[in-house]
């Protein structure tokens, strides 16, 4: 039995279609560029408050104790558990702390787990380690007590899983350990100069960045090494400042946030300011592209595992505040780009078509402008939107044309971004082309039903048949590539792959028929 030329093409092209339909991830490698940065204002918490501690657990924030007045040697401290949904804003309350506390040091164990070890409580020091778990929304005391006192002191929960502590009470030059899984206090080497008000962030497993604090504020900056207990001074912040936040990005650099230049706790100013610290270079940049939405220090810091930052509370001026407030990092090459997501360049399009595009490269706001081009010809104009969307009506246009779109954006420091796709037109709608293919190969079926048993009429159907498959395979082929095109194609693509069915068994009927005509005499 031997297969037409064009039977095997059109068979060839099922098995090729059916690959097709199989997804393939592609993985992009990712290009190194210039930082980016944007900050937002979240709803505020219930209440005003600073030096609280904060974690994020499962896209919610868990602000823990704190205190309501400026100044935190007379203020009692917080025993509340504030549990903060970031995407909507809405508080629960978790249960109280055994003991309210300020200042404290804190940080999220590898167990869920969050530690808060020391702190002020109005007048006095505490010195347990007070541990809350979020699932039994319960809390424990460790058993061995905080070795000294703990209060306004740099922390930060290493990856390994131990709680690092930088100083304590005032300008202490200690550097204090504990492990939880053993809850056990240990000290490292002695910090290069006494500190308070400063800041700590882990970079990773060995190095741990502390910055800024003192009374009269400093801008130096030092590296600890956890692996071999030493501490390398590294290059000074473009400002002194203590009350800051820190944070590692998600662009890999290093934050320092906020703060004061005060040399008293309760002062001002604050500052404004986001600065950048590449580890490579060595070397600090205040950015270009955002800032504070306030003038704070003295708030809580925490981090999420997109990478997101969160400035929780704090005081702004003479004033404890609730504000939240979100500083997202990148690394991208321009502040913004644009591309056009629907309809795709090769496509085809019906009727009334929707135009949208999206901002890349890009954390928050909108542009200036967005003006949409059909063929080079001006359109219509968008101003100072976040979701782009155009509507462009194609009746009347003949049947089969191409034509360019092209989105031009017009950024706010003036840069100016296009994207363009090359769409063909047709008067009939991607389901309506399916449909006319089922017409097709329901005739297909008839005329192989009645050449059934007449040799000379198998003759004749096969050799049309031959023809009418290869032109069914490259509309076909023309379809997969619609619907690869299209964003709304469950239904069209459930339908496409029943004629892909139908088409296979109408081949192997072809297969039958041959079998039998190579056995009939002639």
Request: proline share 3%; glycine share 10%; with cysteine.
């Amino acid at each position: 039995m031997i297969l037409s030329n064009s039977a095997r093409r059109a068979l060839a092209g099922l098995l090729a279609l059916a690959f097709a339909l199989t997804p393939v991830m592609a993985i992009v490698p990712f290009a190194s560029a210039e930082p980016y940065e944007t900050t937002s204002s979240l709803s505020d918490l219930p209440a005003a408050m600073a030096l609280a501690s904060t974690v994020v657990i499962d896209n919610k924030l868990y602000v823990i104790g704190g205190t309501t007045v400026v100044n935190p040697d007379i203020g009692t401290g917080l025993n509340t558990v504030i549990i903060y949904d970031i995407g909507t804003g809405d508080v629960t309350y978790g249960a109280n702390m055994p003991t309210g506390v300020s200042a404290a040091a804190y940080g999220l164990g590898n167990d869920g787990k969050i530690y808060i070890a020391g702190g002020w409580t109005g007048g006095t020091y505490n010195l347990s380690v007070q541990i809350y778990d979020p699932d039994a929304d319960s809390w424990s005391v460790a058993t061995n007590p905080v070795p000294t006192y703990l209060g306004r002191c740099a922390s930060t929960m290493g990856l390994d899983g131990r709680l690092y502590v930088f100083g304590s009470g005032w300008s202490s030059n200690v550097t204090m350990i504990y492990t939880p899984s053993t809850d056990t206090w240990r000290y490292g080497v002695d910090l290069p100069i006494g500190l308070v008000d400063s800041s700590a962030v882990a970079y990773n497993s060995t190095a741990i960045f502390l910055l800024g604090g003192n009374g009269a504020p400093t801008n130096r900056a030092w590296v600890y090494n956890t692996s071999a207990n030493s501490y390398t001074e590294v290059s000074p912040m473009s400002h002194a400042k203590r009350g800051a936040g820190a944070a590692v990005g998600r662009n890999g650099e290093i934050y320092s946030f906020g703060g004061t230049s005060s040399s008293s706790i309760y002062g001002s100013p604050q500052y404004y300011t986001i600065e950048r610290y590449n580890v490579a270079d060595d070397d600090w940049t205040d950015s270009p592209y955002a800032s504070m939405n306030y003038q704070i220090s003295n708030f809580a810091t925490a981090v999420d595992s997109y990478g997101r930052i969160f400035v929780v509370g704090g005081q702004s001026g003479a004033s404890v505040v609730p504000y939240v407030q979100m500083i997202m990092t990148s690394d991208v090459s321009e502040s913004r780009d644009i591309k056009i997501t629907s309809p795709l360049s090769g496509s085809a399009v019906h009727g009334r078509v929707v135009v949208t595009a999206e901002m890349i490269n890009s954390y928050g706001g909108n542009y200036q402008a967005v003006d949409l081009y059909v063929d080079g010809v001006f359109q219509t104009t968008q101003y100072g939107i976040d979701a782009i969307s155009f509507v462009w009506d194609t009746t009347g246009l003949t049947d089969g044309s191409t034509h360019v779109l092209m989105v031009r954006a017009f950024d706010w420091d003036g840069k100016v971004f296009e994207d363009s796709a090359t769409v063909t037109v047709s008067t009939l709608t991607v389901d309506q082309e399916i449909a006319v293919l089922q017409n097709r190969i329901a005739v297909l079926q008839v005329q192989l039903a009645a050449a059934d048993g007449n040799v000379t009429m198998m003759i004749t159907t096969l050799a049309a048949l031959g023809t009418t498959l290869a032109d069914l395979q490259t509309q076909l082929d023309a379809m997969q590539d619609k619907l690869d095109k299209v964003d709304t194609k469950a239904n069209s693509a459930g339908t496409y792959g029943m004629i892909n069915i139908v088409l296979v068994i109408v081949v192997l009927a072809l297969l039958a028929l041959m079998f039998m005509m190579s056995r009939k005499k002639p």
